[in-house]
């Protein structure tokens, strides 16, 4: 069994860029609470030069910046 976390999920590894265009209008974006966070793909949530809109985002508790919650 291969316990590299990197080996296995080697396919799924992208860009902050590359996963924000995956999200599309209106999606419901779900980030984990606590330590689970995924804080590096907040940034480009947020990012003003991505086109996202009608969009939600649950999250239950984030321990970090929530800047996608301001107006």
């Known amino acids: 069994m291969n316990t590299n976390w990197r080996a296995r ?3 799924k590894l ?3 860029q590359q996963a924000i265009r995956m999200i599309r209008r209106g999606d419901h974006i ?3 609470d606590g330590s689970a966070t995924p804080l ?3 940034p480009g949530l947020v990012d003003h030069d991505v086109d996202l809109g009608d969009n939600e985002i649950i999250h ?3 321990l970090g ?3 996608y919650v301001q107006p």
């Open 65 to 67: 910046e929530a800047p």
């Open 60 to 62: 239950l508790l984030t």
């Open 9 to 11: 999920c080697s396919k």
């Open 30 to 32: 779900h980030l984990s």
């Open 14 to 16: 992208m860009s902050l």
């Open 40 to 42: 590096g793909i907040i």
